[in-house]
């Protein structure tokens, strides 16, 4: 029996995101400031039964370890300019009813008193629609000169923040109000009773916290959990806390390969192998031949400039592909930014590719899995790569900003995956939760579950 998929909408809060194909005579993202533009799309997105409107997050922006920014970020808008993508949700929410909405927010940037409460605060306002993609950041040189802080936090340390970060959080999410905190009760004067509202004190490496979490719990109480980042810190993460990972692999080897690793660490931290979903990108190209498909295509990957391509791989990365021999591989380089897009170019069982390879396939390759071909040839590669790897869904890429972007997949592919049984025949609604995973609660081998009520009764 085929798996049925779910499908985010993959955005983020700038004029068009990894396709740097803003200025395609198809899309018009002129307006990417406007409420109106984003709640658009919400709609069209929640109409089309797309499970969730994912948007990512950059704070910083592509730099090098020198400081300098390349030109080509200002002017070809690489991540740049980039707006709050947590100040749009609740301006979409209303605009689109039912659809889930998950927002990337960094456990390097960000404190987890203020993060919290945003993310409670939104999923009062949607419902309980609200997800967090727990991100450790990418642009690093860019975000600690901007935090002001001294240098960039070591990788693995970035991931022990993480953990420390969403350990507190989980305790302002599940601890500090008891189930039937909230009475607003006129007789009795009683807002909130104050033996089921409960101090939460944290004395960490990373942070401290002594006090009250000043938000009411929302439908979901702990958003529905997201992350990204295969790395072995960022997988081991994963296991301990994800519903959700987003993947990024282009190639159907390495994707089954990625998720059978996260299924085997999701086992070995005491959890059932599928309690995860992963979800990986994909864009869709469809014409009504393969062969106008294949030129459509060609055509996109010829958009963005080298230099726009080169500069989001050096914030993704750190890795400022310029300033190498264009003749060495990435095979000895390190990182302290983003692992997982430098392995993607590295091949541990044969020959890497050279920097100059790597830079003339750029455009080519950003994102994750590519279709090209007609609706019908198309709908047999996704039923056949589902099979293989054994993923749970996508993140739709949106190749031109606005609905254009999309418009291919929605009205001609969609209707063909779910005559298929790929998708459901009604969109799912309810929480976030509830659609993704089939369970209203947070499961009960989460860390969210054995901090629950740990003062109830106290
Ligand atoms: C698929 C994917 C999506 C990501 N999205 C974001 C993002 O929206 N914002 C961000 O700051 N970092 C993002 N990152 C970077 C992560 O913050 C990640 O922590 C970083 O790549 C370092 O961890 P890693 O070595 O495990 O990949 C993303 C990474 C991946 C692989």
Same mark, same amino acid.
């Given at each position: ?12 809060f700038?004029?068009?995101?990894i ?11 002129s307006a990417f ?6 709640q658009?799309?919400a ?7 797309f ?9 910083g922006?592509?730099?090098n370890?020198?400081?300098q920014v390349p030109?080509?970020?200002?002017r070809d ?5 980039v707006h709050?993508?947590l100040?749009?949700?609740s301006g979409l929410a209303t605009?689109?009813?039912?659809i889930g909405f998950?927002?990337t927010a ?6 987890p ?7 409670t605060?939104l999923?009062h306002?949607?419902?309980?629609r609200m997800?967090?993609?727990i991100v450790t950041s990418d642009?690093q040189?860019a975000?600690v000169?901007l935090l002001?802080?001294t240098d960039v936090?070591p990788?693995d340390e970035?991931?022990?923040?993480a953990?420390?970060f969403?350990?507190?959080s ?11 905190a ?8 009683t807002f909130s ?7 939460i ?5 990373y942070?401290?916290? @002594? ?7 929302s439908?979901q109480r702990t958003?529905?959990?997201?992350q990204?980042?295969?790395s072995?810190?960022g997988t ?5 806390y994800?519903e ?5 692999d282009?190639?159907a080897a390495r994707?089954?390969a990625t998720?059978?690793r996260?299924?085997?660490q999701?086992?070995a931290a005491g959890?059932?192998a @599928? ?6 990108g ?6 009504d ?5 294949q030129?459509l295509?060609a055509e996109l990957n ?5 230099e726009?391509?080169?500069a989001?791989f050096?914030?993704w ?6 300033a190498l021999?264009? @003749?060495?591989?990435l095979?000895?380089v390190?990182?302290?930014?983003g692992?997982?897009m430098?392995d993607?170019?590295?091949?541990p ?8 390879e790597?830079?003339?396939?750029l455009a080519?390759t950003f994102g994750g899995?590519?279709f090209t071909?007609t609706?019908?040839s198309?709908?047999a ?6 099979e ?7 993140l739709?890429?949106?190749w031109?900003?606005g609905y254009?972007?999309?418009?291919d997949?929605v009205?001609?592919l969609m209707p063909v995956?779910?005559e298929r049984?790929?998708l459901?025949?009604?969109?799912r ?10 369970e209203?609660?947070?499961?009960e081998w989460?860390?969210?579950?054995a ?5 109830s009764?106290?």
């Amino acid at each position: 029996m085929v798996k049925q998929l779910v499908l985010g909408a993959f955005e983020e809060f700038t004029p068009n995101f990894i396709a740097n194909a803003w200025h395609h005579e198809r899309g018009d993202t002129s307006a990417f400031a406007t409420l109106e533009f984003w709640q658009d799309l919400a709609a069209r997105m929640d109409a089309a039964g797309f499970d969730f409107f994912f948007l990512a997050e950059a704070i910083g922006y592509p730099m090098n370890d020198a400081g300098q920014v390349p030109e080509a970020v200002i002017r070809d808008a690489v991540q740049f300019p980039v707006h709050d993508p947590l100040a749009l949700i609740s301006g979409l929410a209303t605009a689109a009813p039912r659809i889930g909405f998950v927002a990337t927010a960094s456990t390097t940037a960000q404190h987890p008193l203020l993060n919290a409460r945003t993310f409670t605060t939104l999923d009062h306002l949607t419902g309980g629609r609200m997800g967090w993609n727990i991100v450790t950041s990418d642009n690093q040189q860019a975000l600690v000169r901007l935090l002001g802080q001294t240098d960039v936090t070591p990788h693995d340390e970035r991931y022990a923040r993480a953990t420390e970060f969403v350990d507190l959080s989980l305790r302002l999410w599940e601890e500090a109000w008891d189930e039937g905190a909230v009475l607003a009760d006129k007789a009795t004067r009683t807002f909130s009773d104050p033996a089921k509202v409960h101090r939460i004190e944290h004395d960490g490496k990373y942070f401290r916290f @002594d006090g009250y979490f000043p938000a009411t719990p929302s439908p979901q109480r702990t958003p529905t959990l997201f992350q990204a980042g295969t790395s072995a810190a960022g997988t081991a993460f994963a296991a301990r806390y994800a519903e959700c990972v987003f993947t990024q692999d282009r190639e159907a080897a390495r994707l089954a390969a990625t998720v059978a690793r996260l299924r085997a660490q999701a086992v070995a931290a005491g959890r059932p192998a @599928d309690s995860v979903k992963i979800i990986n990108g994909a864009s869709f190209v469809i014409a009504d031949t393969v062969d106008e498909a294949q030129r459509l295509r060609a055509e996109l990957n010829a958009t963005p400039t080298r230099e726009a391509t080169a500069a989001l791989f050096l914030g993704w990365s750190g890795v400022d592909l310029g300033a190498l021999d264009p @003749d060495a591989t990435l095979d000895s380089v390190s990182t302290e930014v983003g692992h997982t897009m430098i392995d993607m170019w590295r091949n541990p069982n044969g020959t890497s590719p050279t920097v100059g390879e790597i830079l003339d396939s750029l455009a080519s390759t950003f994102g994750g899995m590519r279709f090209t071909g007609t609706v019908e040839s198309i709908a047999a590669e996704v039923e056949a790569l589902v099979e293989e790897t054994d993923i749970d869904g996508f993140l739709v890429e949106n190749w031109y900003g606005g609905y254009e972007g999309y418009r291919d997949f929605v009205e001609q592919l969609m209707p063909v995956l779910r005559e298929r049984g790929l998708l459901p025949d009604v969109a799912r609604s309810g929480t976030l939760r509830s659609m993704l995973t089939g369970e209203p609660d947070v499961p009960e081998w989460h860390p969210a579950r054995a901090v629950r009520g740990a003062q109830s009764g106290a």
